[in-house]
C-alpha cells in the first residue's frame, strides 16, 4: 500500500471513529425520567485525543431531550458553525438552565458533547472527500503503473504469433465520493505495433494519475492541516460551553 493511500486510510479512520453511524440498541438505553439533582459535571478531558473519543461516545441525544431543547441545539451548532461562538454560548447558558430546572435527569454533559460532536462534523464534510478522493487517485495510479509494467514485460517477450491477447483498459473511473471503483479491464488481441501504441497511451495516462494522485495528496494535507487547527477550536469551546454548565448548576445549587 501506497504512503498516500495510507495517509487517506487513517484519515477516513479517523473521520469513521466520530461519523454519522447508528449505535447499538444498549448504548441507546432511555436516562432515568425522574432524578432529584441534575447529574453531577464530569471532568472535562484535557488531551485533544480524548475529547474526540468522547463526543464520539456521544452518538445520541439523551431521551429526556425535549423538540425544544432539539431545536436550541441545532442554533448552537449553527452559531458555532458560523463562527459566533458567544451567542452560542449565551444560547447554552439557558438551554443548561432550562434542563437543569426540569431536574428529569437529563445528562447535560452528554448534551454538550452531542453539541461539540455536531459542530465537529459540520467543520469536516470536506475532509472525508479528500481522503477518498486521495485514496482513490493512488489506486488509480497503482493500478496503471501495475498494468504499464506488465505491458513492458509482453512486449519484451518473443513474440508467439501475430497477435497477442492480453487485458487493456476499458475505463478509468473518475472520482465520485462513496464510490469503490478505479479501472475496468476487458481482454483484447492486438499485433505488437498495435501494443507499441497502446504503451504509450498507458503511459500518458499514468502519467496524468501520477499527477493527480499528488494534487490530491497536497489536498488531503491541506485538509487535515485546517482540521487540525479546527480541533484546538473545538477543545477550547468545549471548555467554555463545560464552564458555562458548572456555573448554571452552581448558581441553581446556591
Not at 33 to 52: G, I, K, N, Y
Not at 98 to 115: C, N, P
Not at 199 to 225: G, H, T, Y
Amino acid at each position: 500500500m501506497g504512503t498516500r493511500t495510507l495517509v487517506a486510510g487513517v484519515a477516513i479512520g479517523i473521520l469513521s471513529v466520530i461519523g454519522v453511524r447508528g449505535v447499538p440498541a444498549a448504548e441507546a438505553k432511555a436516562a432515568p425520567r425522574v432524578a432529584r439533582r441534575p447529574q453531577p459535571v464530569v471532568t472535562v478531558p484535557r488531551s485533544r485525543s480524548d475529547l474526540v473519543l468522547h463526543m464520539a461516545s456521544a452518538r445520541e441525544l439523551p431521551a429526556t431531550v425535549t423538540a425544544g431543547d432539539k431545536a436550541a441545539i441545532h442554533r448552537i451548532v449553527a452559531k458555532l458553525k458560523g463562527k459566533h461562538v458567544q451567542g452560542a454560548n449565551a444560547d447554552w447558558r439557558m438551554l443548561a438552565g432550562s434542563i437543569s430546572r426540569r431536574k428529569d435527569g437529563t445528562d447535560i454533559q452528554k448534551v454538550r458533547l452531542t453539541v461539540m460532536r455536531q459542530a465537529y462534523l459540520a467543520e469536516n464534510k470536506g475532509l472525508r472527500d479528500a481522503a477518498e478522493r486521495a485514496s482513490q487517485t493512488s489506486r488509480v495510479q497503482e493500478a496503471l503503473g501495475e498494468h504499464l509494467a506488465e505491458l513492458r514485460r509482453v512486449a519484451a517477450e518473443p513474440s508467439k504469433g501475430e497477435r497477442i491477447t492480453l487485458r487493456r483498459i476499458d475505463t478509468v473511473h473518475p472520482f465520485r465520493p462513496g464510490t469503490e471503483n478505479t479501472v475496468d479491464w476487458r481482454q483484447a488481441s492486438m499485433t505488437k505495433s498495435e501494443l507499441a501504441d497502446y504503451i504509450k497511451q498507458v503511459e500518458q495516462r499514468f502519467n496524468s494519475a501520477r499527477d493527480d494522485a499528488q494534487l490530491a495528496n497536497m489536498d488531503l494535507q491541506n485538509v487535515i492541516q485546517k482540521q487540525q487547527q479546527m480541533i484546538r477550536t473545538i477543545s477550547n469551546i468545549n471548555k467554555m460551553l463545560d464552564d458555562t454548565a458548572m456555573a448554571v448548576i452552581g448558581n441553581m445549587r446556591g
